[in-house]
């Protein structure tokens, strides 16, 4: 059973241009988290989706973030017209279930804005 | 609103020594409480939650933590550390309501010395 996979797991794009973040969760799991990592910093929630929903987008930045979650398909985290400021690690976690249970974490995806 | 706190950015201790990282929390009902590791351009790696019952929480790696109601603390301990054991350790809070939306502390680096 393949763990959660995230790729890529180096992205580099300049400024202005458009980053794709994909998060296939584990077999069975169908809850998926994001979570982003500043240098130095712990991680801080972005988005909650379930499959075709979104449950909790609180940490979401207000503009040019995105995310999504097919009914087929890997989950997407989409950041238009990079800046700078984005350029952090980017962790997808995933669980089986809703509540009383362990998120498993991918091995991240570093995003560099030049 | 839900915090953790990791009041050390860097714990050192000679090998073959305990080790203890600090945590305490503050949430609004029953906390949830993990503890993750990360090695170096790794994701985050699951080592043990406490949900309720015994307050001693056992894990993997030979890690445990004590989680300590009044004190809202959940101290990452071990008897003897390894110099293998040197990274990244963040401990993690529930929001409140379900299990797998964490909330992060700032992380501790170990650093365990021969």
């Known amino acids: 059973n393949a763990g959660v996979m995230q790729n890529p797991r180096h992205l580099v794009r300049r400024r202005g241009q458009e980053a794709r973040l994909r998060c296939s969760p584990m077999?069975?799991?169908?809850?998926v988290y994001w979570y982003r990592q500043l240098p130095e910093e712990g991680l801080k929630f972005m988005v909650y989706?379930?499959?075709?929903?979104?449950?909790?987008e609180s940490g979401m930045p207000k503009e040019r973030f995105s995310a999504e979650f097919p009914k087929e398909g890997p989950s997407i985290l989409r950041i238009q017209q990079v800046v700078r400021g984005d350029s952090a690690a980017y962790f997808c976690?995933?669980?089986?279930?809703?509540?009383?249970?362990?998120?498993?974490f991918g091995q991240g995806t570093r995003l560099t804005v030049v | 609103a839900q915090s953790v706190a990791q009041p050390e950015d860097q714990v050192n201790v000679a090998e073959g020594n305990p080790l203890t990282v600090k945590c305490t929390y503050s949430?609004?009902?029953?906390?949830?409480l993990f503890w993750y590791v990360q090695y170096p351009n790794r994701g985050l790696q699951f080592l043990l939650k406490?949900?309720?019952?015994?307050?001693l929480v056992k894990g993997s790696y030979g890690f445990e933590a004590e989680f300590n109601k009044s004190q809202t603390s959940f101290h990452l301990k071990k008897p003897s550390a390894l110099v293998s054991d040197s990274a990244l350790y963040f401990c993690?809070?529930?929001?409140?309501?379900?299990?797998?939306?964490?909330?992060f502390g700032t992380g501790t680096r170990l650093q365990v010395f021969p």
């Open positions: 949430v609004s009902g029953n906390p949830y």
């Open positions: 989706l379930q499959k075709e929903n979104i449950i909790d």
């Open positions: 976690a995933s669980s089986r279930l809703q509540g009383n249970t362990e998120a498993f």
């Open positions: 077999k069975g799991h169908s809850h």
């Open positions: 993690a809070v529930s929001a409140q309501g379900y299990t797998d939306k964490l909330i």
């Open positions: 406490y949900i309720t019952g015994d307050n």
